[in-house]
């Protein structure tokens, strides 16, 4: 009997991996297939049925349009976090970008490579920032197929997505009017950035030219998130760059979006207030 069980539990989690992937949101891959070979990407499942990534080599952007009628012409980026090792896709990808997208924002979220996953040589300065900069002007060059403003792309990341899309926001460069590739020749520079308990805070260094930023955290996390953030939002200030700041208590790290009877259940409702009073959600024609 208890092997029956144990055969059963094993049966329901193998079967629940990709019914958690089929719900129909197209996935389009960044770069152009190198045609090597690649290790495959893995998925696992927590115990609690949340489904983690590693083993990224072919970046994606899983899409997610609002429904016809509701688009308010915005977009962003999802960077999930995952302490660059592995993306906790759930709470930190898919839910965020189905409430996005619920709330007229078409979302997108990135698959990048892992700067620290045990046996690659990824840099997070280097292909993961790559991948987030390609994902921006991918969704610019397909702004008219995807209801999009060009000028209201930004992104947003949990954790180590976090210190990813600060990077992409400090490092946005003009596109090359001359380049082979067309996407290069499109902008990688997010028009808003929302950072949800980044990491690597000290390396946020904001000048009057950075992209408006929407940050949030909980007091419970880690000093150097919950201290760090406060002063980054103080960087902001003395900068002269517009930054809004949340820091929820009787919360730490990780929290995502997920149901809660906690205040920070609120963050995306404050996250849409901003965008709205920055003119970032002005409905399409």
Known sequence: MKLLCLLSSVACLLFSVPLAHASGEPVIPLWPASGGEVPPEKLRVTEKGEHVVSSVHQPSLTVYLPAAGT???????????????????????YAVAQWLASHGIAAFVLKYRLAREEGFKYRVDVEALADAQRAIRTVRSRATEWGVDPARVG??????????????????ADGQPDAADPLDRLSSRPAFQALVYPGNSKSIQPDKNTPPAFLVCGYDDRPDISSGLAEVYLRFRQAGAPAELHIYTGVGHGFGLRPTPLPVGEWPDRLHAWLDERRFLKATP
Not at 85 to 93: K, N, Q, T
């Open 71 to 93: 688009a308010t012409g915005a977009a962003m980026i999802v960077c999930p976090g995952g302490g660059h090792r592995e993306l906790w896709v759930d709470h930190e990808g």
């Open 155 to 172: 992104i947003m990341g949990f954790s180590a997505g976090g210190e990813l899309a600060a990077l992409a926001a400090a490092r946005g």
